[in-house]
């Protein structure tokens, strides 16, 4: 038991330790990055804001959700502080800016993290249909994976495309080098990533992993993950995923996802401006986080904006 909650002690002690370095960091920094105090009028519109005429698909900051489905999975104050990674719907995330959305399902279609389930996918894909029957000019990247240890759904891609045909644009790399005007009717870069296969062939409706890559170290270490999410991205190509995320730990008391998430959500705006001065800014082209909110979002959007200027 001692031993125990030395450990405890000790690990309380590293986690201090590390928002202290970011937080010397964050006082350092005595200038911002170009787009920093841009804010959209209108989040729930705001690539059509930006002018679809002139806003390339790889020049887009894409802000994402973590682990997005997940707002009402598990059981209220019992296991769901354990799993939850958003308290907004598909469709509020989705409002508030959000443009990419992380699913994980499993066998039976119904959303998973972990162990834990909630709803049916059904309820993600009218979220995305009331949002995109309401937009028109509002791409979405929605990333589909069968969720670790569980098995694919049945003839789950025959499914996507039942219900999200029309809206699909077809895997092809000519896509990132298009403006938003260039691909509308379409808002949907689907990608499907299952566990027994590599996932959609070249051409298909569909986009495999080899499109999406990320970091997702393990860690409850604030610095660690700042600093890993860094050099991860410097040598990455486009197009890269970094998650302004930390991961409970089993050998951490706090277990449940948003206050260890807490400890570092407060510095995107500050990874945004490393990135700017370790000029590897235009590497980055999603940027995910548990627990979305309009500031995140405009962090995002305000890196796009000063791409779209020719700031960057």
């Given at each position: 038991m001692?031993?125990?909650?030395?450990?405890?002690?000790?690990?309380?002690?590293?986690?201090?330790?590390?928002?202290?370095?970011?937080?010397?960091?964050e006082q350092s920094c005595v200038c911002d990055y170009p787009g920093s105090d841009y804010h959209p009028l209108d989040r729930k519109n705001w690539m059509s804001g930006l002018n679809p005429d002139k806003l390339y698909i790889n020049r887009i900051v894409w802000p994402g959700t973590h682990n997005s489905a997940t707002n009402k999975i598990g059981i209220k104050m019992i296991t769901r502080p354990f799993a939850q990674c958003q308290s907004l719907s598909i469709y509020e995330q989705l409002v508030c800016g959000a443009r990419l959305l992380d699913i994980r399902v499993q066998k039976n279609r119904n959303i998973c993290h972990g162990i834990l389930t909630t709803y049916s996918i059904d309820v993600v894909i009218n979220d995305i249909k009331k949002f995109i029957s309401e937009t028109v000019s509002e791409i979405i990247i929605l990333e589909i994976r069968t969720e670790v240890g569980h098995d694919d759904p049945p003839e789950f891609e025959k499914y996507l495309e039942e219900q999200l045909k029309e809206y699909l644009i077809h895997q092809d790399n000519n896509v990132f080098h298009k403006t938003i005007a260039q691909v509308l009717p379409k808002r949907i870069i689907c990608l499907w990533k299952p566990s027994r296969?590599?996932?959609?062939?070249?051409?298909?409706?569909?986009?495999?992993?080899?499109?999406?890559?990320?970091?997702?170290?393990?860690?409850?270490l604030p610095a660690t993950k700042f600093e890993s999410n860094l050099r991860h991205l410097s040598q990455q190509l486009p197009v890269t995923r970094v998650g302004n995320t930390v991961t409970p730990r089993a050998d951490n008391p706090v277990l449940c996802v948003k206050p260890v998430t807490n400890r570092i959500r407060r510095y995107a705006r500050l990874f945004l401006r490393q990135c700017v001065l370790l000029d590897i800014v235009d590497l980055l082209q999603i940027f995910s986080t548990d627990f979305i909110d309009e500031d995140f979002v405009d962090a995002c959007i305000g890196l796009t904006w000063a791409r779209v200027e020719g700031k960057l």
């Open positions: 001692g031993a125990q909650l030395s450990k405890q002690v000790e690990r309380q002690k590293q986690v201090a330790n590390e928002k202290k370095i970011l937080e010397e960091l296969s590599y996932g959609p062939p070249s051409g298909s409706l569909f986009w495999n992993a080899n499109y999406l890559y990320g970091d997702w170290i393990n860690t409850d």
